[in-house]
């Protein structure tokens, strides 16, 4: 469905009951596509603080200082 701005303001809550029924809308400008509503993600994920604990290991030495010279020749 295809639905002008000034119409999709009026309209919105019908628009967004079509959207959850299944239907595309595209919001248009001088009859030009310029957004679409779409369903929500089904469930968004929440960061977990520590939750790559564990997973990640660190080799001894990696925070050790870099010699310019060695740096740049690529012997790094």
């Given at each position: 469905m295809d639905v002008g701005i000034a119409e999709a303001k009026n309209r919105?809550?019908?628009?967004?009951?079509?959207?959850?029924?299944?239907?595309?809308?595209?919001?248009t400008r001088h009859g030009k596509p310029v957004a679409e509503l779409a369903p929500a993600p089904p469930e968004r994920r929440h960061a977990r603080l520590g939750g790559m604990k564990g997973r990640i290991e660190l080799l001894p030495g990696w925070d050790a200082p870099v010699d310019l010279d060695r740096f740049l020749s690529g012997d790094v």
């Open positions: 919105l809550p019908e628009l967004i009951r079509a959207v959850e029924g299944g239907e595309k809308v595209v919001i």
